[in-house]
């Protein structure tokens, strides 16, 4: 069964820096494109970043861009997401999300464009 599971949330206090991770199992993970959203109390899921099958692109919503970093290791099936300069706004649930796609630049922005997420680890920002 094709599977994403996050780790690395918590309890940051604002200015600092946390790195969550995804580890996929179960599909080859060098075919899929990778994203993060999240969710935050009272709001809709947004978009976060998403990153390319080969990393060759890479985009970010505006509320991230500069502090937040998305990367990944084709070799060991993983996603991260390197949050810098954290916000109280930043604090929400994360998702991690997968979609196969035959392009090695192809990127997506909206959610209802991957089919497989994980459970989400939980970011909270304390000012």
């Known amino acids: 069964q094709q599977q994403l599971v996050e780790s690395g949330g918590g309890l940051v206090q604002a200015g600092g820096s946390l790195r969550i991770s995804c580890a996929a199992s179960e599909l080859t993970f060098s075919q899929y494109i990778m994203a993060w959203f999240r969710h935050a109390p009272g709001k809709e899921r947004e978009f976060v970043a998403t990153?390319?099958?080969?990393?060759?692109?890479?985009y970010y919503a505006e509320s991230v861009k500069g502090r937040f970093t998305i990367s990944r290791d084709n070799d060991n099936n993983a996603v991260f997401l390197q949050m810098n300069r954290l916000k109280p706004g930043d604090t929400a649930v994360y998702y991690c999300a997968a979609t196969r796609s035959p392009s090695e630049s192809m990127y997506y922005v909206r959610e209802s464009d991957y089919d497989i997420w994980g459970q989400g680890t939980q970011v909270i920002v304390s000012s």
């Open positions: 990153i390319s099958r080969l990393s060759s692109t890479i």
